[in-house]
């Protein structure tokens, strides 16, 4: 990954940690997570105002709550490369067998390689939350109606929108 592009990641994760917009989806979402059948709930998020900011090849940006100790599922994508962080919460990773501790964005002893997870298409992945809801960022590099997500075990196949 481009280091220039994953600082520019960042600093829009910045910017949309501060709208009140973005704060009353994960409020929202947070709300919702309860009554939920799956391990987690999401919002695709409007990325007109940041065109410019982003790099070129980002083409949807969602926000993701995820249960507290409930496995993600894994998954992949096969159209989409994602680019994520830990906004709230704590917990681990998987992605391609390894596994790792989620580093919250802006924690300041991490570097950025270290708190964002950038996975190729079609890499499986999983997210274990610990304790409390975990809120992540994703970023992906196809349009939200055609972010298309794969189980691991099942191959059964879902857009996240449409």
């Known amino acids: 990954m481009n280091l220039d592009h994953l600082k520019k990641l960042h600093d829009t994760v910045g910017l949309l940690r501060q709208r009140d917009d973005v704060l009353g989806v994960i409020r929202g979402l947070k709300e919702s997570l309860n009554q939920a059948q799956e391990a987690f709930v999401w919002s695709s998020l409007n990325l007109t105002s940041l065109r410019g900011v982003l790099p070129e090849h980002i083409k ?40 790792k501790r989620m580093i919250p964005f802006g924690s300041p002893d991490f570097s950025l390689d270290e708190s964002w997870h950038v996975i190729g298409a079609g890499l499986p992945h999983e997210f274990f939350p610990e304790e409390s809801a975990m809120v992540v960022i994703s970023f992906h590099t196809c349009e939200a109606h055609e972010l298309e997500e794969v189980d691991c075990q099942s191959a059964k196949r879902r857009l996240y929108e449409g």
Request: proline content about 5%; some cysteine; hydrophobic content about 40%.
């Open 60 to 99: 949807s940006g969602w926000i993701f709550v995820l249960k507290p100790d409930v496995g993600s599922g894994c998954h992949y994508h096969p159209n989409s490369v994602q680019h994520m962080v830990m906004l709230e919460g704590m917990g681990k990773s998987k992605v391609a067998g390894v596994t």
